[in-house]
């Protein structure tokens, strides 16, 4: 989120359509990381909570075929989110949606085998009740996986334009407590919600694209309208111009789906708790 002025809400109401290309693939990629972790079966019920566009529950559908496998509730906050979750899946009777905070989830106790909040507890309100609600929904002995993000590699980026454009300007910065970068602090919030069990690990994905340009182009759509929201038409543009040159000194090589890709390093946070 790059609008410090706009509730989180609203500005992924706003992004809704073009989320995952917009982010460069890194949520995603992210969950394809993790989901083995869980141990999935196709009677498993799970929770994929702050759901986005339903990328997890997208995941697991690839997974085990159209109707095969588990049963998946997909919510979020943001309605926007959730037509676009409800039209993706839809006919598909293991999934099921619903516009729903995570922080009041409404499901009854012990409803899953398997929580999974992908980057969704930064934006909570109230993240120490949004914790208490995965407690609260997971069954005794089920998994629940929460992810946040520990370092952005694409600020370092956006300050070294800033600095080529407009020196004096304060170093751009995205609109999150500075506490969601530790990971201790994933760690305290989850214990606070009622976990005992919580193991934390680091993964490092990438917001990529098949070309710098098209990462650029990415980076730009996100963060442009917050990094240049003060600069003249032709500031912009030279921006836009200098981008892909600084990510070629950043960027790294890899391969997604079988195809080159290039991509900035990011390094997530992932929490993996029992009850």
């Known amino acids: ?75 979020d906050g943001s309605s926007k989110m959730v037509e676009i979750v409800e039209a993706r899946f839809l006919g598909n009777k293991n999934v099921t949606t619903a516009t729903i905070p995570g922080e009041d989830l ?20 109230d993240a120490q009740k949004g914790a208490a609600e995965v407690w609260r929904t997971l069954r005794p002995g089920g998994v ?14 956006l300050r070294r334009l800033q600095r080529e454009i407009h020196p004096e300007n304060e170093p751009f910065d995205v609109p999150v407590g500075r506490d969601w970068f530790r990971p201790a602090h994933t760690e305290e919030v989850l214990r606070s919600g009622g976990f005992q069990d919580v193991g934390l ?35 912009k543009e030279k921006a836009i111009q200098l981008l892909p040159s600084i990510l070629r000194e950043e960027t790294v090589s890899l391969e997604r789906d079988g195809r080159p890709c290039v991509g900035v390093r990011m390094k997530a946070i992932v929490a993996v708790c029992k009850k």
């Open 1 to 75: 989120m790059a609008d410090p002025n706009k509730k989180p809400l609203d500005h992924f109401n706003e992004i809704a359509h073009s989320y995952e290309k917009s982010t460069g693939g890194c949520t995603r990629e992210l969950a394809e990381r993790f989901v083995p972790l869980l141990n999935i079966t196709s009677d498993s019920v799970i929770l994929d909570n702050a759901c986005g566009t339903g990328i997890v529950t997208d995941i697991l559908v690839n997974k085990f075929g159209l109707g095969k496998g588990p049963t998946i509730h997909a919510v």
């Open 106 to 125: 409404g499901f009854p106790d012990e409803t899953f085998t398997h929580s999974v909040t992908n980057l969704g507890f930064l934006f909570f309100d």
């Open 144 to 157: 629940a996986v929460v992810t946040n993000w520990e370092e952005l590699g694409y600020l370092p980026i």
């Open 201 to 235: 690990q680091a993964m490092t994905v990438h917001w990529g694209a098949e070309s710098v340009e098209e990462v650029a182009s990415s980076l730009a759509q996100m963060f442009g309208p917050a990094v240049f929201k003060e600069w003249s038409e032709e500031e």
